[in-house]
């Protein structure tokens, strides 16, 4: 199996920043990447797929990018209901381990 | 717009059966490519179990195979999960989501768009 590896497991930032999270595949995966958000107690909810497609109904500032093995999600300003935990997942397979979002 | 429940037993006694069964409304379970069972145990991350396909074509996380089935019921319009010789380690948030596919570089890829809420099985005596 592809294993997937986010980076940073965790940050802080505050309303406004701009964030960046990274996704490293083991091995090449072309753009067969998606983006997800979970917020606590919910299900998770499809922000990006196919690497760089915003989902419908996903506001702008959510941006995906990369191919091959090294992908990443941006959120271009931070928004109060944006801090959650985030996952990439390799098409239907693996999912990373996490990436956390909090309020600094 | 899909709309995906689970249901079944909260709690299941170690080396039971889990089974739970996922009721898709709003839409025919024909509109997914594949529908999946994704887990989630107490504060870790998302954890694939396996999927089935329209035409009834599974596929199962290595980990967990030997003690996995999932089933398609299109007259019901839902599908369902069986884990059997269960043990703590699969207490978990149980999620089933519809999955949908795209045709990128020379084959196809998926994503999952729609989920349903979740349920809490524990597995304890």
């Known amino acids: 199996d592809v294993q997937m590896t986010q980076s940073p497991p965790s940050l802080s930032a505050s309303v406004g920043d701009r964030v960046t999270i990274t996704c490293r595949a083991s091995?090449?995966?072309?753009?067969?990447l998606n983006w997800y958000q979970q917020k606590p107690g919910k299900a998770p909810k499809l922000l990006i797929f196919a690497a760089s497609s915003l989902q419908s109904g996903v506001p702008s500032r959510f941006s995906g990018s990369g191919s091959g093995t090294d992908f990443t999600l941006t959120i271009s300003s931070l928004q109060p209901e944006d801090f959650a935990t985030y996952y990439c997942q390799h098409s239907k397979w693996m999912f990373g381990q996490g990436t956390k979002v909090a309020i600094k | 717009q899909v709309q995906l429940q689970e249901s079944g037993p909260g709690l299941v006694k170690p080396s039971g059966t889990l089974s739970l069964t996922c009721a898709v409304s709003?839409?025919?379970?024909?509109?997914?490519?594949?529908w999946t069972w994704v887990r989630q145990a107490p504060g870790k991350g998302l954890e694939r179990i396996g999927e089935?396909?329209?035409?009834?074509?599974?596929n199962y996380n290595p980990s967990l195979k030997s003690r996995v089935t999932i089933s398609l019921d299109k007259s019901r319009n839902q599908f369902s999960l069986k884990v059997t010789s269960v043990t703590a380690a699969d207490t978990a948030v149980y999620f089933c989501?519809?999955?949908?596919?795209?045709?990128?570089?020379?084959?196809?890829?998926?994503?999952?768009?729609?989920w349903g809420q979740g349920t809490l099985v524990t597995v304890s005596s």
């Open positions: 089935i396909s329209y035409s009834g074509y599974t």
């Open positions: 091995q090449t995966i072309s753009n067969y």
């Open positions: 989501a519809r999955v949908l596919d795209y045709y990128g570089s020379g084959s196809y890829g998926y994503y999952l768009d729609s």
């Open positions: 709003g839409g025919s379970i024909s509109s997914g490519k594949w």
